[in-house]
């Protein structure tokens, strides 16, 4: 018995030095970048936000193309409405106006709101194309430099530049994604329910 404990002991001592150094961490070796920087400067991604800007300014101006005459025809059967003696209900040619207006108010709710959809969509396939190849820049970039962590510079209080690696970042990125498709693919048809 007093042969098995020592056996036990002198496992535990020999077991624990292996425990203890499979569980060290090694020391970090940081690299901060300035994604806001890369972002704006890397040359598809400037394209890709020139090109954004052009959708949202073309939805402005559709915006507008619609609200003119909207608000014009509105402001003409409110006038036909307050003409109206009191109490009186509009006749048929009045209501049919009513509900063209209605209707001509909904479709272009419906066409402003689709183009928004699709310009968020545009945005984020632009956002998972550089996504897509920024992740192995950082495994390349982490590698040359010796470092173990990379951490974005918005995240820190304060960092050495010596640890800055935002100009590698962006040379990779400008490398390996010289343009970016800023039309997201089609969204795939929703199945409708088939009835029984």
């Given at each position: 018995?007093?042969k098995?404990a020592?056996?036990?002991?002198?496992?535990?001592?020999?077991?624990?030095?292996?425990?203890?150094?499979?569980?060290?961490?090694?020391?970090?070796?940081?690299?901060?970048?300035?994604?806001e920087?890369?972002?704006?400067?890397?040359?598809?991604?400037?394209t890709?936000?020139?090109?954004?800007?052009?959708?949202?300014?073309?939805?402005?101006?559709?915006?507008q193309?619609?609200?003119?005459?909207l608000?014009?025809?509105?402001?003409?059967?409110?006038?036909?409405?307050?003409?109206?003696?009191?109490?009186?209900?509009?006749?048929?040619?009045?209501?049919?106006?009513?509900?063209?207006?209605?209707?001509?108010?909904?479709?272009?709710?419906q066409?402003?709101?689709?183009?928004?959809?699709?310009?968020?969509?545009?945005?984020?396939?632009?956002?998972?194309?550089?996504?897509?190849?920024?992740?192995?820049?950082?495994?390349?970039?982490?590698?040359?430099?010796?470092?173990?962590?990379?951490?974005?510079?918005?995240?820190?209080?304060?960092?050495?530049?010596?640890?800055?690696?935002?100009n590698?970042?962006?040379?990779?990125?400008?490398?390996?994604?010289?343009?970016?498709?800023?039309?997201?693919?089609?969204?795939?048809a929703?199945?409708?329910?088939?009835?029984?």
């Amino acid at each position: 018995m007093l042969k098995t404990a020592i056996l036990a002991a002198a496992a535990v001592v020999t077991l624990a030095p292996a425990a203890a150094s499979a569980q060290a961490i090694p020391g970090a070796v940081v690299a901060v970048v300035d994604l806001e920087r890369v972002s704006s400067q890397c040359t598809a991604c400037k394209t890709a936000a020139a090109t954004l800007q052009g959708q949202l300014n073309a939805l402005k101006t559709r915006q507008q193309t619609l609200a003119t005459p909207l608000e014009a025809e509105g402001k003409s059967i409110q006038t036909a409405v307050d003409a109206l003696p009191q109490g009186k209900e509009p006749d048929a040619a009045l209501q049919a106006r009513i509900r063209a207006f209605q209707a001509k108010q909904q479709q272009g709710a419906q066409e402003l709101q689709q183009r928004q959809v699709q310009i968020q969509r545009n945005r984020d396939y632009i956002g998972q194309q550089i996504s897509a190849k920024l992740g192995p820049i950082y495994q390349q970039i982490l590698q040359r430099r010796g470092a173990n962590v990379l951490v974005e510079q918005g995240a820190t209080l304060a960092s050495a530049s010596a640890l800055d690696v935002t100009n590698d970042v962006l040379a990779g990125l400008n490398a390996a994604l010289p343009s970016v498709s800023t039309t997201a693919p089609a969204a795939p048809a929703q199945q409708q329910p088939q009835g029984r």
